[in-house]
């Protein structure tokens, strides 16, 4: 079981940067991969981008391509989300979630997940 608590959303002006943060809790997070997803109101939800157990290999929507960096740092058991240069079109709940096989950018294949952070662009 795992659990996942993510912050660091908020408010920001168009081209502004945000970082958000997931926790997680359990011994065993440095064994799953981890994904950032996302959805925007009266939208489904949307994969952003996917960190490998390890951290040495990394995946994103092309939309966030050059514009988001997901990383990880497991001795703290927290990925990251680094967004910059956002958009108005970003304005979204991010989610956080879990995936015990291989990194993935299906959200069909993640395993647990968090309760999401709200992050709006302001144009």
């Known amino acids: 079981q795992v659990q996942l608590v993510e912050s660091g959303g908020g408010l920001v002006q168009a081209g502004g940067s945000l970082r958000l943060s997931c926790a997680a809790s359990g011994r065993t997070f440095s064994s799953y991969a981890m994904g950032w997803f996302r959805q925007a109101s009266g939208k489904g939800r949307e994969f952003v981008a996917a960190?490998?157990?390890?951290?040495?290999?990394?995946y994103y929507a092309d939309y966030g391509k050059g514009r988001f960096t997901i990383s990880r740092d497991n001795a703290k058991n927290t990925v990251y989300l680094q967004m910059n240069s956002l958009k108005p079109e970003d304005t979204a709940v991010y989610y956080c979630a879990a995936d015990a096989g291989y990194t993935s950018s299906a959200s069909r294949n993640y395993d647990y997940w968090g309760q999401g952070t709200q992050v709006t662009v302001s144009s």
């Open positions: 960190i490998s157990r390890g951290g040495g290999s990394t």
